[in-house]
Every structure is written in structure tokens, then in C-alpha cells.
């Protein structure tokens, strides 16, 4: 099958998983599971989308950095310049097949585990690391403004080595 060829699915189906925010079934073959996540998520698999969802989809569950994700670009000898990587992430962030965690004002990782969880910050590393206790939950929520709701909660835990 050609990168451009889709394979027939029930467009009902991706429709239902995208919006319950669960990702399409991956078969273990990265380029396809590429292919289809992206035409799940309603953007046309470029050349340039698949090379950098097969280095972001293709190693499991990762939080990357926009340079990161460029340097592996730049290693792998795919041609792309560091604003398509950002505009890529932007686009598969909008698109729900990724969620941005914002560190600090100047760091932002791209995470390819969309369920909700929260996040460890080792700032001697600047590693993002997955919290695994699925029953974290915060005791007292702040009282929202008039006219908002909340669409979701970040919580980032800094840690740093002991002195």
C-alpha cells in the first residue's frame, strides 16, 4: 500500500473515537499507524507529518520538546526546518493526538499520552515524567470566573535531587 493510499475504515467509528479521546486501534507497523492516526484526526498525511509522527508515535509514550523533536529530525535525515516541527506539533496538539504540558514560561513538551495524567518536572534533568497514581486529585478546586469552564488541569510536580 502507498503512503497516499487509505485504507477503507468506518469514518463513524474514527469519528466516535476521536471525540471519546481515545486514539485509532494500532496495528504495530508505525507508517501505517502514522497514516491512520492522522487521517483519523481529519490532517492529510504530508510527507513531513509522517516522518515526524513516525519519530514522535513510533517509541511509545514520550515527552519531547519542539528541539528535540528536531534534533531526531536532523539525525533520521528527515529534511524539515524547526518552524514546521512546531507548526506540526501545533497541528497534531489541535488535533487531539497530542497534549501540550507547559513546564515553565520557556519550556514546553509535547506529550504523546493523551489520557488524563499529571507530570513530574526532574529539573536537574529537564525531564517530563508521567505521575502513575490514577487517583490523584486535587482536595479544594478554585471557584471558575463567570462565562468559563474548566477544560482540564495540568498539575506539575518540580522535583530535584537532595543536597
Not at 471519546?20 to 504495530?28: D, E, K, N, V, W
Amino acid at each position: 500500500m502507498s503512503e497516499n493510499t487509505a485504507p477503507h475504515h468506518d469514518d463513524e467509528a474514527h469519528s466516535a473515537a476521536l471525540l471519546s479521546g481515545r486514539q485509532p486501534a494500532l496495528t504495530g507497523c508505525p507508517w501505517h499507524d502514522v497514516n491512520e492516526m492522522l487521517q483519523s484526526a481529519g490532517l492529510r498525511p504530508t510527507r513531513q507529518r509522517m516522518a515526524l509522527g513516525w519519530l514522535l508515535f513510533g517509541k511509545g509514550a514520550r515527552h519531547l520538546t519542539a528541539e528535540m523533536l528536531y534534533e531526531e529530525a536532523t539525525l533520521a535525515k528527515v529534511p524539515v526546518s524547526l518552524a514546521t516541527v512546531y507548526n506540526t506539533l501545533n497541528q497534531l496538539t489541535d488535533a487531539g493526538l497530542l497534549r501540550q504540558v507547559s513546564v515553565d514560561g520557556t519550556k514546553t513538551y509535547f506529550d504523546t499520552n493523551v489520557t488524563t495524567h499529571h507530570h513530574y518536572y526532574l529539573e536537574n534533568s529537564h525531564e517530563l515524567v508521567d505521575i502513575e497514581d490514577p487517583h490523584l486529585a486535587l482536595s479544594k478546586m478554585p471557584e471558575v470566573p463567570e462565562g468559563y469552564e474548566i477544560s482540564r488541569i495540568d498539575m506539575v510536580v518540580r522535583l530535584r535531587k537532595k543536597r
